[in-house]
């Protein structure tokens, strides 16, 4: 019988994923943000950098307090990055290529009946040439997400473990 | 009036494909054809890159199997710099690709395939899913998450990051493995080892059900290609090529992947993206192949592991010998699970595994390369020509998804056929078509992710083009 992860605690980390192709200009923005995040080295802050989101992560994702997802955002508006509580778990198909953070959500809850609370930060992204340096507009997106990141998670870390399990 | 069915896109594959189905007169199938509508150009942009930044750059060809072009750039690095790499560097890199093997094709089979056996093929699609899966076999789906989880942290052990380590360097790899990790990683062996022999069991249990399709699902015979040992041993790193027919007589044996050239062809269709390579001397289309699972479990002789040579036997007596029903693809990739789990435990165990000599250090000393592994879908050739200051000039990738082209345009006619029989348009047959693609687990590589589903259309349309039935889902 495979394990299941440990029941989420205060001490669960609170996990960031930034997705992206990194070598695909402004795509690589999330997994850029992530990477600045995990420099700041806070304990208890699980940081995951990744191409893509895969099945397995849905494993990870059950073991944490908080999950916040960065992205890329093609066509996203004026905003120089949009944040929106994940509530629906959309039943979407998580294969090799998908990157609907819902769908992973939607994964752990049915594999392990676990959903911490989750946010969706993306930043807007106009450049995706192969080699492409980041936009001006995705490196202001990413300079201003990272403030903001800072602030959340530091009121994460000092919040109550809020369980939805 | 002659018809033609389009299916686009195939969902559940790895990238993005369809099949469009001719009709004739009489409503039965006059051809059928797997296109590729993906351009990726890897190997244009190449040309005036250092050969050092290869293996990175070729890794992003695809976000499920980078491990591969890592290890095949690598070795094309390697024939450059003339150099034999270190041991250890060369245990290390085949730790690395049991790792890719194992969690390709757990995503192949628990997340993509096993939807449709577990639940049916004739079950409602909206419940044919993972999602579905997890309602009626948790347990299973569980595991296969878990063994997906084990070949990744493999890999990121090794490579510091799952997907896309630059980790293998021409010369040999950058870093060994921490013994912390490498007890972690023994430590989960037990649990990899009964998942996948669960699997196989299930799995087993099943195949009286799928009798029809184990018949029909590109079951005729043709070449098998890839990589053997010295003495005939399922081989994933190195060795040398061995063809056998669908008899499994051996046709070509021994030979040199890097003389690729001299026993593969490559010809191109207009209305595919995807070339199709072809044994040379047998010409086109007729020196059809097959490369992956099913080739590598025809061409072997054993595994040289216990657990996994029992089950080839199994798999031998079940299959009659050597297996030309592609349906088979699935069982074999299970027993290859089963093989890379047992050959990674055998090399935790081995103490070269912890040199230090990891890298030979060399400049460019050969103008041309070719590097060869098996990807978990076969036989993956990367050919490069560099000028003397080692920046590319020519790169050749042939890949394994495109090795099978001729194989699947021919499975997906011979179920087209089977099933298609007037102007109606069968539910069975468009489940079935799309599986029996599936069963091959083609990579087509999206380069970046999209948010959203992979929806199945199909159009029917008229000799004159004119649409007359669309079905979206």
């Not at chain 2, 002789?301 to 592991?305: L, V």
């Not at chain 2, 010998?321 to 349906?327: A, D, E, I, K, L």
């Given at each position: 019988m495979s394990p299941r992860p440990e029941p989420t605690s205060r001490f669960a980390p609170i996990l960031v994923i930034g997705y992206g192709n990194e070598q695909r200009g402004d795509d690589a923005v999330g997994a850029l943000v992530a990477r600045a995040v995990a420099t700041w080295e806070l304990p208890d802050v699980q940081v995951i950098s990744v191409h893509q989101l895969t099945p397995e992560l849905a494993h990870t994702l059950a073991e944490a307090r908080a999950v916040l997802f960065i992205d890329a955002a093609c066509c996203a508006g004026e905003a120089d990055f949009t944040v929106q509580a994940i509530t629906g778990l959309a039943g979407h198909e998580v294969g090799g290529h998908g990157g609907d953070p819902r769908a992973l959500l939607a994964l752990a809850d049915a594999l392990y009946q676990r959903r911490p609370p989750a946010w969706w930060l993306t930043i807007p992204a106009e450049r995706f040439a192969f080699g492409a340096e980041l936009s001006p507009t995705a490196c202001r997106g990413m300079l201003l997400s990272l403030r903001f990141l800072r602030d959340l998670i530091h009121s994460l870390r000092s919040e109550p473990c809020t369980r939805s399990d | 009036m002659g018809q033609r069915i389009v299916i686009d896109p195939v969902s559940r594959i790895e990238g993005h494909a369809k099949i469009s189905i001719e009709l004739d007169d009489a409503g039965e199938v006059r051809d059928a054809r797997f296109h590729i509508t993906e351009f990726r150009g890897f190997e244009a942009f190449c040309v005036g890159r250092p050969l050092w930044e290869m293996p990175g750059i070729t890794s992003r060809i695809c976000g499920i199997c980078p491990v591969s072009h890592l290890l095949a750039s690598a070795k094309a690095g390697d024939q450059i710099l003339a150099v034999a790499i270190p041991p250890a560097a060369a245990k290390l890199r085949r730790l690395m690709n049991l790792g890719q093997i194992i969690q390709s094709h757990a995503l192949s089979f628990f997340h993509l395939s096993a939807p449709d056996l577990l639940l049916g093929l004739d079950s409602d699609p909206a419940r044919r899913n993972l999602f579905g899966l997890i309602a009626a076999e948790p347990e299973l789906a569980r595991g296969g998450i878990r063994l997906r989880q084990f070949g990744q942290e493999l890999i990121a052990a090794l490579g510091g990051r799952k997907i896309h380590p630059a980790w293998a360097v021409p010369g040999g790899v950058r870093a060994g493995l921490h013994p912390e990790q490498r007890r972690e990683l023994q430590a989960r062996i037990p649990e990899a080892t009964a998942i996948a022999r669960d699997a196989l069991e299930r799995f087993k249990a099943l195949l009286a059900q799928y009798d029809e399709e184990s018949r029909v699902f590109g079951n005729f015979p043709t070449m098998f290609l890839g990589l053997v040992g010295a003495d005939g041993e399922w081989e994933h790193y190195d060795g040398s090529i061995r063809i056998v027919d669908g008899a499994g007589a051996i046709v070509a044996d021994g030979l040199d992947p890097a003389s690729y050239q001299t026993f593969i062809g490559e010809a191109v269709e207009p209305w595919s993206y995807l070339k199709f390579p072809y044994y040379l001397p047998a010409g086109y289309p007729n020196g059809v192949y097959r490369v992956g699972p099913l080739a590598r479990l025809n061409l072997c002789?054993?595994?040289?592991?216990p657990l996994a040579d029992a089950e080839l036997r199994e798999y031998r007596q079940r299959g009659g010998?050597?297996?030309?029903?592609?349906?088979f693809y699935h069982y074999a990739r299970l027993i290859e699970i089963l093989a890379a789990i047992e050959r990674i435990a055998q090399l935790l165990d081995d103490p070269e595994l912890g040199a230090t000599r990891l890298r030979a250090e060399a400049g460019i000393n050969r103008l041309e390369g070719v590097g060869v592994s098996e990807a978990p879908r076969g036989t993956l050739f990367h050919h490069y020509r560099v000028d003397e200051h080692g920046l590319i000039t020519y790169v050749n990738l042939l890949i394994a998804t495109g090795q099978n082209n001729l194989a699947m345009n021919r499975a997906v006619a011979q179920i087209a056929r089977h099933y298609i029989h007037g102007p109606q348009i069968p539910e069975a047959m468009l489940n079935r078509v799309e599986a029996g693609i599936r069963a091959f687990d083609p990579c087509l590589s999206c380069s970046t992710h999209a948010a959203g589903t992979m929806p199945l259309h199909i159009t029917l349309h008229a000799?004159?083009?004119?649409?007359?039935d669309e079905v979206l889902r």
């Open positions: - | 002789t054993h595994f040289g592991t010998g050597t297996v030309n029903g592609s349906f000799a004159d083009g004119t649409v007359l």
